[in-house]
C-alpha cells in the first residue's frame, strides 16, 4: 500500500492574514512538500497539471525532475498529465527522460483535466477529449513499447519510421493511471490495458466513487487481467488533522468556508458527511480512510491534500508529521494485515522489470 500527497499548486489567499504567495514562493514551496513527505515516511508526491491562473504546475516534469534531484526513496507521480492537450509524443520523451532521471521512481496519471478553455489553448476541440484520451494514449503505448513506429489517427500528424527517445529506462514503461471523476469510458481504458485507475474522490459520496470502481474491476476481469479483486486502484482524499478534533474544526473552517470550490455551498460538517473530506484527530483520520477500503475494496495508492486553500507552509508541514507520525504507520499496518495474498501490492518499477524479465524466460 502506497500513501502519499498530491498538489494542485493553486495561489490562494489565506483568510487568516490575507498574504497571497508568489509564484516563485508556491512552486518553491510545492519542492519543501515533497522533501518532507520523504522525510516523514511517505511513499509518493504528485502534482497536478494546470495551464491557467491562480494555478503555477504548468510543467510537471521539470517539477518532479528537480524533487528527484533532492530527493533518494520517494517515488514522483502526477496527480494528471493532461494526455488530451499533450502530444503523445512529447509525453513519451519527458517522461522516459524523467524515469532516468530518477532511477525509476516515476509514474504518472492520465486525464482529461477540469478546465475546458484549456483545450482551445493547444489547439483541441473540447468535444473530443474522451477520442482525444482514447487514440492519445494507444499512441503513447506504442512509443514505449516499440522502437521503431509507423501510425496514423485522426487527431495529430501521421509518424513514419519514428523512434521516441530515450528509450524507457530497462525497457520498462513507467506504470500508468487513469484518472477520472466522472467518465466511466476512462474506467474501461484503464480496464482495458490493464493499467491503475484513481478516483479522486474529494468531492462526491461513496456511491459514485463505488459505481465507478466497481465498473473499472469487472472491465479488468473480463480483458483478462486478473480478478476483480486484483485490479489496481488508488484514491484521493482531503485531510486536516490536529491532535483534537475541537482544533482542527475551528482551524480549518476559514479555508474551507473562503475556498472557491468548498465556500458557499454545504456547510464544513455537511461536506464532511457527504464526502471523503477528513477534518478531526489522529483517530478520526485512520477511521474515516479505513472506511475507503469497506467502502471500495482493497486499493493500492491513497494520496492526500493537505496544502492549498490559503494554508500557509508552515501548517502544511505540519500536516505532514501528523501524517507520517501517527496516521499514515496505523493506516499502513491495518491495510497490510487485511490485505489477502492474492491481492497486488502497488506497481514500482523494480516490480515491473521484474515481471517483464520472468515473461521473457
Known amino acids: 500500500m502506497q500513501f502519499g500527497i498530491f498538489t494542485i499548486g493553486d495561489l490562494a489567499r489565506d483568510p487568516a492574514t490575507g498574504a497571497v504567495p508568489t509564484e516563485s514562493e508556491r512552486i518553491k514551496s510545492m519542492v519543501r512538500l515533497a522533501r518532507k513527505a520523504e522525510e516523514v515516511g511517505l511513499d509518493v508526491f504528485a502534482t497536478g497539471e494546470h495551464h491557467n491562473p491562480p494555478f503555477v504546475p504548468s510543467s510537471p516534469t521539470t517539477l518532479l525532475g528537480y524533487v528527484a534531484a533532492q530527493t533518494s526513496r520517494i517515488l514522483v507521480s502526477t496527480s494528471t498529465t493532461l494526455i488530451t492537450t499533450n502530444d503523445p509524443v512529447k509525453i513519451a520523451e519527458d517522461y522516459a527522460m524523467l524515469q532516468h532521471l530518477a532511477d525509476g521512481r516515476v509514474d504518472l496519471m492520465l486525464g482529461r483535466g477540469n478546465t475546458g478553455p484549456v483545450y482551445p489553448w493547444f489547439g483541441k476541440d473540447i468535444r473530443d477529449g474522451i477520442a482525444l484520451a482514447v487514440e492519445n494514449y494507444a499512441l503513447l503505448r506504442r512509443l514505449w513499447r516499440?522502437?521503431?513506429?509507423?501510425?496514423?489517427?485522426?487527431?495529430?500528424?501521421?509518424?513514419?519510421?519514428?523512434?521516441?527517445?530515450?528509450?524507457?529506462?530497462?525497457?520498462?514503461?513507467?506504470?500508468?493511471?487513469?484518472?477520472?471523476?466522472?467518465?466511466?469510458?476512462?474506467?474501461?481504458?484503464?480496464?482495458?490495458?490493464?493499467?491503475?485507475?484513481?478516483?479522486?474522490?474529494?468531492?462526491?459520496?461513496?456511491?459514485?466513487?463505488?459505481?465507478?470502481?466497481?465498473?473499472?474491476?469487472?472491465?479488468?476481469?473480463?480483458y483478462g487481467h486478473g480478478t476483480a479483486e486484483q485490479a489496481i486502484v488508488g484514491l484521493g482524499g482531503q485531510t486536516y488533522v490536529r491532535p483534537n478534533s475541537q482544533d482542527a474544526i475551528r482551524e480549518f473552517r476559514p479555508y474551507f468556508d473562503h475556498?472557491?470550490?468548498?465556500?458557499?455551498?454545504?456547510?464544513?460538517?455537511?461536506?464532511?458527511?457527504?464526502?471523503?473530506?477528513?477534518?478531526?484527530?489522529?483517530?478520526?483520520?485512520?477511521?474515516?480512510?479505513?472506511?475507503?477500503?469497506?467502502?471500495?475494496?482493497?486499493?493500492?495508492?491513497?494520496?492526500?491534500?493537505?496544502?492549498?486553500?490559503?494554508?500557509?507552509?508552515?501548517?502544511?508541514?505540519?500536516?505532514?508529521?501528523?501524517?507520517?507520525?501517527?496516521?499514515v504507520p496505523v493506516l499502513r499496518k491495518e491495510m497490510d494485515s487485511l490485505r489477502p495474498s492474492h491481492v497486488p501490492e502497488a506497481p514500482t518499477h523494480a516490480s515491473l522489470k521484474a515481471a517483464a524479465e520472468r515473461a521473457g524466460e
Do not use: C
Open 146 to 222: 516499440e522502437d521503431v513506429v509507423d501510425w496514423e489517427g485522426k487527431f495529430r500528424t501521421p509518424l513514419q519510421g519514428f523512434t521516441s527517445t530515450p528509450r524507457p529506462l530497462d525497457g520498462v514503461p513507467p506504470f500508468v493511471w487513469h484518472g477520472s471523476i466522472r467518465s466511466p469510458q476512462i474506467a474501461e481504458q484503464a480496464a482495458y490495458y490493464g493499467d491503475g485507475f484513481f478516483h479522486n474522490n474529494i468531492f462526491w459520496p461513496p456511491s459514485h466513487t463505488r459505481k465507478m470502481i466497481e465498473l473499472y474491476r469487472t472491465r479488468f476481469e473480463h
Open 259 to 327: 475556498s472557491p470550490i468548498y465556500g458557499g455551498g454545504p456547510s464544513l460538517e455537511e461536506t464532511m458527511d457527504q464526502t471523503p473530506l477528513s477534518v478531526g484527530s489522529p483517530q478520526q483520520v485512520i477511521d474515516r480512510t479505513m472506511r475507503f477500503r469497506e467502502d471500495f475494496g482493497d486499493y493500492q495508492r491513497q494520496l492526500f491534500n493537505v496544502d492549498g486553500m490559503g494554508l500557509p507552509l508552515k501548517t502544511a508541514l505540519d500536516q505532514l508529521e501528523m501524517l507520517g507520525a501517527e496516521v
